[in-house]
């Protein structure tokens, strides 16, 4: 069976003719299950006795927690869902790839709200550049058009998690996806615009099955994203400093200050982008500050921001 969606106490599960509340193995918690896990149950089909192995895992940092907050599990895809004004920020979607790339997932950058814009090109050319051969698929999600344009990724047994800001469009994107009726729809923004409170309008995530047999993860829009626990993710955003870096006197150069480094050298000659330096060192640095190191018996020092040696 597979996790469709996961709340405070319980989790459900998608079965024959519908979904089912399934209890959990003893010593498990649901902070132990993500949405997009497979697990086995019981025979009468209400417990599950065992979290399958993932190959895939979204998970975030949230401020005080220790453990890590998970996202979605299994997915193929994720579609980093941004619109085409004020939310489009390089270093939110950097943010993004990174958590994604840690994943071990690919990522296609979903540019919404086109028929807002006059200029997407614009837009289309800053996000291709956030990382090396990015995918960046212009849409309105509101038209039928965006099943053609995302097909290649929604194929049958594949599994698209949808992540980004609040009010960026993933419920749409998502309600066209799946061709839902107005009754069935995942509630979109325009019934938050009647919420005085102006809450959320995703809550909870949530698995779906849409028209050509793929999985749809929808996650609620995130306000602040920190990131932890990165490596290879972070590696792979900045491959083109990440590639510089060896050819630095100082083997754990900080690109900042020090002599003979690379990659202030590929700045200063006008090949690398001084803002993705920028944005490169303060995900660094957060990166460093928020991932414990197992250092001996009490095993849960902070690293310290600067003199660690690669
Ligand atoms: N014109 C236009 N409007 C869109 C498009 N995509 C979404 N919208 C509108 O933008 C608003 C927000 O969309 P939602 O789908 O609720 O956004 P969300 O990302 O799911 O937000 P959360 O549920 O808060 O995470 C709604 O009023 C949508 O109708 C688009 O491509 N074009
Ligand atoms: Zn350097």
Known sequence: M???????STVTSFRVGGRAKLSLPAGMTTANFAVGDWVLAH?????????????????????GARQLQLI?????????????????????????????????????????KVD?????????RTAAGLQRGLQVVP???????????????CGAGQTVALIGSSGVGKSTLLNTLARKSEEDAQATGSIREDDAK?????????????EGGAWVIDTPGMRTLHVSDLSTGLNELFAEITELAPDCRFRDCTHQHEPGCAVQAA???????????SRWSKLREENQQNTPVVTGARGNKKTSARGRHR
């Open 267 to 277: 700045v200063k000659a006008g090949t690398l982008d001084p803002a993705r330096l």
């Open 116 to 124: 807002q814009t006059p200029d997407v090109t614009a837009f289309e």
């Open 198 to 210: 102006g809450r959320h309008t995703t809550t909870s995530r949530s698995l779906h099955t849409i």
């Open 43 to 63: 025979p009468d089909g209400l417990q599950i006795s065992r979290l399958l192995e993932r190959h895939s895992l979204l998970q975030r940092q949230t401020v």
């Open 2 to 8: 597979r996790i469709a969606a996961v709340h405070r």
């Open 72 to 112: 979605a599990a299994n997915v193929d895809t994720v579609f980093i869902v941004t619109s085409c004004n004020d939310d489009f920020n390089p270093a939110r979607l950097e943010r993004y790839l990174a958590l994604t790339n840690e994943a071990g997932t690919s990522a296609v950058i979903v540019l919404t």
């Open 139 to 153: 849409i309105n999600g509101k038209s039928q058009d965006a099943i053609t344009a995302l097909a290649p990724w």
